[in-house]
């Protein structure tokens, strides 16, 4: 990655720039539509932002103002909006930026916050500039974490792409996650401008200096010290990780708003079957699970015998 930006650049104005590119008016729509009332901003992320494409399904944040509601958050919901033509579909997460602000410091156990939003996204929506800007010095805190992480978990000496990648193998490790191998150097070669110089800024951010080397080798100046606390910081969130987000997964299964129709739009999207949304698979979406399996494959069956 080359390292040449503007040297007048800061962290908080690069995220901030970041923040505000342009994304297409259906998606600032279907944001404005799933702002409730209590609504700062929406991020939007994902590959849908990288590639401009409206199919599928898109990836909002929902930021509220106020006291977080759940222990346990985000709240998970799906969504699907006639827009210009056409039905877009989103999985939103809605959680308070109070929170979000917290989780992205590095401040509660969670590690999804700041290892998600140290990666692309934009603010489709805001209530006013003052949020936005809330909102941006969060995200702006989130690179700040991750960078730090990366920097003691990575080598003594290396590339920037060195340190994000020991970074995302970790974070993913420590998920509750089925990822390809190899998933860290596909963030990093898909969203390759957006990482170009970030590392060096955010250190630079919070006061750790580092050595530039050949080409764009980087020897970071960390203390032992800090190095070593972080690295206890990391493994009590490590060790904690999978049990966290097995019980979100559980939370999710039961308060899941929508997910009768997300799991009936990806069924048929998979495997061309069709399931109708009943009032009480809408109810019990986990209870109808076994049920609509047995349809689908015993439609698959006939197709296939059919065929």
């Known amino acids: 990655m080359s390292e040449d930006r503007d040297v007048s650049e800061t962290l908080e104005t690069r995220i901030t720039a970041a923040l505000n590119r342009p994304v297409e008016a259906e998606v600032r729509a279907f944001a404005e539509m799933l702002a409730p009332v209590d609504a700062l901003g929406v991020l939007f992320y994902g590959s ?3 590639t401009g494409s409206l199919e599928g399904v898109l990836d909002f944040y929902v930021l509220t103002q106020g006291p977080q509601d759940e222990k346990i958050w985000p709240r998970v919901s799906y969504h699907e909006r006639p827009i210009g033509g056409a039905t877009l579909r989103a999985k939103v997460a809605t959680m308070s930026l109070e929170t979000f602000r917290t989780a992205a410091a590095g401040q509660l156990l969670d590690t999804t916050i700041w290892a998600r939003f140290v990666q692309p996204s934009a603010l489709a929506w805001e209530r006013d500039a003052e949020a936005g800007t809330k909102i941006a010095e969060a995200v702006t805190q989130a690179a700040e974490t991750a ?4 920097v003691a978990l990575g080598p003594a000496a290396g590339t920037p792409e060195d340190y994000w990648r020991a970074l995302f193998r970790a974070t993913y490790a420590a998920e509750f996650r089925v990822e390809k191998a190899g998933r860290e150097d596909s963030i990093l070669s898909a ?7 970030l590392l060096p ?4 951010a919070q006061g750790i200096g580092f050595a530039r080397g050949a080409g764009s080798t980087i020897r970071p100046e960390m203390a032992p010290v800090q190095r070593a606390g972080l690295l ?6 490590q060790r904690l990780g999978k049990p966290y987000n097995v019980l979100r997964l559980l939370k999710a299964s039961t308060t899941f708003d929508g997910a009768a129709r997300y799991a009936a739009w990806k069924i048929e999207r998979h495997t061309g079957v069709p399931v109708a949304v009943t009032p009480w698979r809408e109810r019990h979406p986990v209870l109808a699970a076994p049920g609509v399996l047995w349809q689908v494959w015993r439609q698959r069956k006939a197709g296939d015998r059919a065929a």
């Open 147 to 150: 960078a730090r992480l990366a």
């Open 232 to 237: 206890a910081w990391w493994k009590r969130r």
């Open 201 to 204: 800024l955010a250190l630079m």
């Open 191 to 197: 969203n390759r401008e957006h990482f170009d110089g």
């Open 48 to 50: 849908n932002l990288r």
